[in-house]
């Protein structure tokens, strides 16, 4: 690899330290980052860059797998770390930027440049232009945008305005850190390099598509952050419609980034658009309530006392096109769940008849397929098999293929792949200014019928169950259940409108 510098905008900030070097130190470890770099951090905090060394390695020690600690790879890790102390707000700094990185190209002009913009995302618009003020904005140079990419479709628009007047598009990276998971990824290759199942992907054979990306944790320290953003923008305008593009999509002809973008876009740009009278029927939001010890949403720091910000969101959602059109793809995230899971259910018609009879009244008339992108990563069939003994009684088994079988998923992180991808120069797995625009362009109706009509109605679910039992309700129309619903409640009245 030749000579470069990677530039992190935030480097005192959590990510950083939980994230980014864990994953930059794996890929060290791995080889995959050789030669002679540098990574330059960049924060308010002021260190010296034997400081900054010395609680980089310290946190490592706290944030990489234990198996994965090598104390003298680390110690080599580090020694490839600068810092500057500066505010990325204020143009002042980059001058002093400049002058860092052209001591770093040996006395040259800086050229091999990698920002990641690991900072609040009020500076994702401030950064690049500061960039380019201090000619920083190389035509080696590549950027690293961290989600959400705007807070609605305006300013969306308005942030790829800024982006293309420093940058080209192929020097733009828009992080989707979902992308990267190894089980994700292989949504693609399920589809795509087996033949069986393509025949029957389309809705003639399916009946419904449920994307389910819940998680047991709250906000943990992000108040500020997530009474800005709601489950809306941190999972479902980009994470959850990113499964919903790897689910629905059309094979690409040839595998390069162009080609599956474009087919990203094309799922996007054919969701069928919400109007006013559906936004209460096919959307449901719910907040975290509290229950045993467990706060509410409403409790947590940063969070106002009568905060309406959404932790859960179930929607239902059609794709207007000849492959899905009839189809209902149900997807939900939530906050304080029960357990944390990112699935996608392929459910698929029923058999026209039942002949057999079922065994212990489960009447398996319908396959399930189950991708499972975490935990338990693998993948799941739901059929019907006849129960051993006379007579022909039926009933439902999985067959099952577990990730653990190949080894486990390899290299550990989503990160890891996408950094390295774009340290490689490959932006497949990033999202492309067209595919950010279509998809605000869909979202942008509920949030604005949010923010004129703050009485739309916002449900509680108390923390560790499935989330408000309006979420089944809007599945009932068409027969069809999540896979884990909030079945055989005792206590519904704890489920009510906020
Ligand atoms: C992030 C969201 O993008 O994704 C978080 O900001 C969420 O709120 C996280 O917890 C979930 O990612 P993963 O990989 O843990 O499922």
Known sequence: ???????????????????????????????????????????????????????????????????????????????????????????????????????????????????????????????????????????????????????????????????????????????????????????????????????????????????????????????????????????????????????AMEPPAVFNADNFRNEVVKVYESLTPLNKEDLNEHIVRGQYTASGNKKSYREEKGVAPDSRTETYIAMKLGISNWRWSGVPFYIRTGKQMPTKVTEIVVHFRETPHQMFRCSGGNCPRANKLILRLQPNEGIVLKIGMKVPGTGFEVRQVTMDFNYAQLGGIPGGDAYARLIDDCIQGDPTLFTRSDAVEASWNFFDPVLRYWNENPDAPLYGYPVGTWGPLESEAMMCGHGAEWTNPCKNLTNTDQYCEL
């Not at 990641?116 to 201090?134: E, N, R």
């Not at 959400?148 to 192929?170: K, T």
Request: proline share 4%; glycine share 8%.
């Open 1 to 247: 690899m030749d000579k470069f510098v990677m530039v992190i905008f935030g480097a005192s900030g959590d990510l950083t330290k939980r994230k980014l070097m864990p994953v930059l130190y794996s890929l060290f470890r791995d080889k995959r980052l050789t030669g002679d770099f540098f990574i330059l951090g960049i924060g308010r905090t002021i260190y010296s860059d034997e400081n900054y060394r010395s609680y980089i390695l310290e946190e490592l020690q706290r944030f990489v797998e234990t198996g994965k600690r090598d104390i003298s790879s680390m110690a080599s890790f580090v020694s490839h770390l600068r810092y500057l102390p500066m505010d990325p707000a204020k143009e002042e700094g980059y001058p002093l930027l400049r002058q860092r990185l052209v001591e770093l190209a040996g006395g040259g002009t800086p050229g091999n440049l990698l920002f990641y913009l690991a900072t609040p995302p009020s500076l994702y618009g401030v950064v690049p232009l500061h960039l380019k003020a201090a000619g920083l904005n190389t035509p080696y140079s590549r950027i690293i945008v961290e989600k959400p990419f705007g807070y609605n479709l305006e300013s969306a628009r308005e942030l790829n305005r800024i982006y293309a007047s420093v940058f080209s598009e192929h020097q733009i990276y828009r992080i989707d850190h979902f992308l990267g998971k190894e089980t994700a990824q292989n949504v693609l290759a399920f589809r795509f390099a087996n033949g069986i199942f393509e025949p029957l992907w389309n809705r003639n054979y399916i009946d419904y598509i449920e994307i389910t990306a819940v998680e047991n944790l709250g906000i943990e320290q992000r108040g500020g952050f997530y009474e800005t953003a709601g489950a809306l923008r941190d999972m479902v305008q980009n994470h959850l419609i990113q499964l919903v593009a790897l689910t």
